[in-house]
């Protein structure tokens, strides 16, 4: 299933404070320099409209959230949501989450990276581009501070299992470890729109989450 259109996005409010370029920033980016405190930080690759972004902030108000998504108008439209809610935890970057990685995020920085449902690049041709590659899962385990975890989650079976092979072979990290539906409370109460969607029409979702060894220094 491909994105939906995006409501409209009311033009006067002030995103200045929930979206960021990621050509304007300075490494390092860390909780501190973005965020002005010190706490654990989560990065969410490829946010879409911002539920979990939203959610997760709202729900853990001690931690800060960094979603990245490469659509500009999916990231303004994230931003808007989490400056409706007036989270002050949480921003959205606008740019490309490899770069970010690969030039932004020092080792053992991160509490937690979550990957929903990333494009799965169904033509033999384009896996290439799938972002569940050799470079980045390297990065992700490098990225992350010892006792934290990666959360990947697909409905595409083939490319799940494509990358639980991958973490095996070119990372340490500790996985995978099974994680059980539960039952949604409310409508919105799912880990991302994508979700959702694949569960109302009686999809099958894959879940997995690893850990870095604690012991890593």
């Not at 959230?65 to 994230?78: D, S, T």
């Not at 990685?101 to 494009?119: G, N, R, W």
């Not at 539906?181 to 991302?192: I, N, S, V």
């Amino acid at each position: 299933m491909g994105r939906r259109s995006l409501r409209r996005i009311d033009p006067s409010l002030d995103l200045s404070r929930h979206l960021l370029s990621l050509d304007a920033l300075t490494p390092p980016v860390t909780g501190e320099a973005v965020f002005g405190r010190v706490a654990p930080l989560e990065i969410e690759v490829g946010s879409g409209k911002g539920l979990f972004l939203t959610s997760a902030a709202a729900n853990h108000p001690a931690n800060h959230y960094l979603g990245i998504e490469i659509a500009g108008k999916y990231a303004r439209f994230a931003a808007a949501r989490l400056k409706k809610r007036e989270l002050t935890n949480a921003k959205m970057i606008h740019g490309n989450v490899e770069r970010l990685f690969d030039e932004f995020i020092s080792d053992s920085s991160l509490a937690a990276v979550h990957v929903y449902f990333p494009d799965p690049w169904w033509k033999k041709r384009h896996k290439k581009r799938r972002i569940m590659n050799p470079t980045f899962v390297r990065h992700i385990e490098r990225a992350l501070e010892p006792g934290g975890r990666l959360h990947f989650w697909s409905d595409v079976e083939e490319y799940f299992q494509v990358s639980l092979d991958l973490l095996a072979r070119e990372t340490g990290l500790v996985g995978p470890q099974p994680v059980a539906p539960r039952a949604a409370e409310h409508d919105l109460d799912y880990r991302t729109h994508f979700e959702r969607r694949m569960r109302l029409h009686g999809a099958k979702v894959f879940r997995s989450q690893f850990a870095k060894p604690s012991w890593v220094a």
